[in-house]
């Protein structure tokens, strides 16, 4: 299974952009990236997803590698809502099934 | 948005009994659920995956005869802890695939079962 590696924690101060970075160097040529964040006692939230082109929507961007070999979460402006635990994931043919396998995935500390 | 639920959303339990858990994808088909575990200040553990109408396919390490699945719609998989000891509480939470073809997006997670086990 692909598998991928994240910063354990991470801090940001409220109203500042986060980059929260993910390494993926086994990643197939059809797997998609994932990014979901989890909040204590709660089931994963989806974030946002990518194949190969940067992507944008209301919660956050994703900036994908060239290579495809890493990928960055950005947050534009922090708040203390998004404290919560970061997973990104790899899933798709290229991976052999549509699993998920959750990593340690990063910490985010949101500081006001 | 495509939205899952899980049912009960907290349990108790006395050593020995069995416990159901539901997961239901409540406004799509879902040929594929998937279960996870997780222990305290943990990630999420893959258990196993169910598909509509047919065996479950479990994880290494997750004992079947223990941990039983049944997907008998395409909304609808149960997991029923058998037998439970304090050392299976856990929060448990399940995850529905839409059908293939629909790339990008795959997986809606429900809100997960807090189980205790006394």
């Known amino acids: 299974d692909a598998k991928t590696t994240q910063p354990n924690s991470m801090e940001s101060n409220e109203e500042e952009p986060v980059h929260l970075p993910c390494n993926h160097s086994?990643?197939?040529?059809?797997?998609?990236i994932h990014w979901y964040r989890q909040l204590p006692s709660q089931g994963p939230e989806y974030v946002i997803h990518?194949?190969?082109s940067n992507v944008n929507n209301r919660m956050a961007s994703l900036a994908i590698a060239e290579d495809r070999k890493s990928s960055t979460l950005i947050l534009h402006r922090a708040t203390l809502r998004d404290a919560a635990v970061y997973y990104c994931?790899?899933?798709?043919?290229?991976?052999?099934?549509?699993?998920?396998?959750f990593g340690t995935g990063t910490r985010l500390k949101v500081l006001a | 948005g495509a939205v899952v639920s899980q049912h009960p959303s907290w349990v108790i339990c006395k050593s020995g009994t069995s416990v159901k858990i539901e997961c239901r994808s409540l406004?799509?088909?879902?040929?594929?659920m998937f279960w996870y575990r997780q222990f305290p200040k943990q990630s999420l553990m893959l258990m196993a995956t169910?598909?509509?109408?047919?065996?479950?396919?479990?994880e290494q390490g997750v004992e079947k005869d223990k941990f039983l699945i049944n997907h008998a719609s395409l909304t609808l998989s149960t997991l029923t802890v058998t037998s439970a000891h304090p050392e299976d509480s856990s929060f448990y939470i399940c995850?529905?695939?839409?059908?293939?073809?629909?790339?990008?997006?795959?997986?809606?997670f429900g809100p997960g079962t807090r189980l205790t086990v006394t």
């Open positions: 406004d799509f088909q879902a040929t594929t």
């Open positions: 086994t990643i197939s040529g059809t797997d998609y």
């Open positions: 995850s529905a695939r839409v059908r293939p073809g629909l790339a990008g997006r795959e997986q809606y």
């Open positions: 169910s598909n509509e109408g047919s065996k479950a396919t479990y």
């Open positions: 994931i790899l899933s798709g043919s290229g991976s052999g099934t549509y699993k998920y396998i």
């Open positions: 990518g194949l190969t």
